[in-house]
């Protein structure tokens, strides 16, 4: 079964936005670390966001000022919404999620930008 679940990719062009979610559905262990992660063909995973049940937020260099995680710990989600999208955006998104460091994964979902 499923346990971590990611929604919200797609393609768009550059410049444009879109909004990631991830629940977590079932499952026995901490949620207290959330974060996002992306690989791009032919790269390693490397982190785009991460947050903590307290709030405390971290962000990659790359994606500061565009990107924006939140979280919502009554529905055990976080989001992540990407405005001003640039082709090295693209690759696939996951959610980790564990105590303080990611251990359980999500599918992933495609973010594909345009130029």
């Known amino acids: 079964q499923a346990h971590v679940v990611e929604s919200g990719g797609g393609l768009v062009q550059a410049g444009g936005s879109l909004k990631l979610s991830c629940a977590v559905r079932?499952?026995?262990?901490?949620?207290?670390?959330m974060g996002w992660y992306r690989q791009a063909p032919g790269k390693e995973r490397e982190l785009v966001a991460d947050i903590t049940s307290g709030g405390r937020i971290n962000y990659a260099n790359s994606v500061k000022g565009r990107f924006t995680i939140s979280r919502d710990n009554a529905k055990d989600a976080i989001y992540l919404q990407m405005n001003n999208l640039k082709p090295e955006d693209t690759g696939v998104y996951y959610c980790?999620?564990?105590?303080?460091?990611?251990?359980?994964w999500g599918r992933g979902t495609q973010v594909t930008v345009s130029s």
């Open positions: 079932g499952g026995i262990f901490s949620r207290n670390y």
């Open positions: 980790g999620v564990g105590l303080l460091k990611p251990v359980n």
